[in-house]
């Protein structure tokens, strides 16, 4: 996409973390509408299942219900890859302000990176209340 571009010769590193952001986005979405699926699905049958003759099995869905949730809630997926999908917004944002000869000099674009860092930050766990 930005092959033979301004942003290309001058600061290359940047598409490398555009394209890494991309796929951090993708990737922690993926698992979030995953582990929410999974939740869901595996409730219904555990409920399904109980009062049953297979009792064994609800309580092995309502324990893969109950893994998938507390590892969305936990680690806050929907937040987290909201903040990547963000930072990579306003990122290639500032991109496409460099690459159209807009006046952003290089150091817009790199204070566009660190404010994307700061956005994402790291990887918390809460444990709830």
Do not use: C
């Amino acid at each position: 996409m930005y092959k033979d571009t301004r942003i290309q010769s001058k600061l290359p590193v940047i598409l490398k973390y555009l394209v890494l952001w991309e796929r951090m986005a993708r990737g922690l979405r993926f698992i979030h509408v995953g582990l929410g699926v999974s939740a869901t699905f595996f409730s219904l049958l555990a409920a399904a299942q109980i009062g049953s003759i297979q009792d064994e099995y609800a309580k092995v869905f309502a324990f893969i219900a109950a893994i998938s949730i507390a590892l969305m809630t936990g680690f806050n997926l929907g937040e987290k890859s909201n903040n990547v999908r963000n930072a990579w917004r306003e990122l290639n944002a500032a991109v496409i302000a460099f690459n159209s000869n807009e006046k952003i000099s290089e150091e817009e674009v790199i204070k566009a990176y660190r404010e994307g860092e700061k956005r994402i930050g790291d990887v918390t766990f809460s444990r709830g209340s």
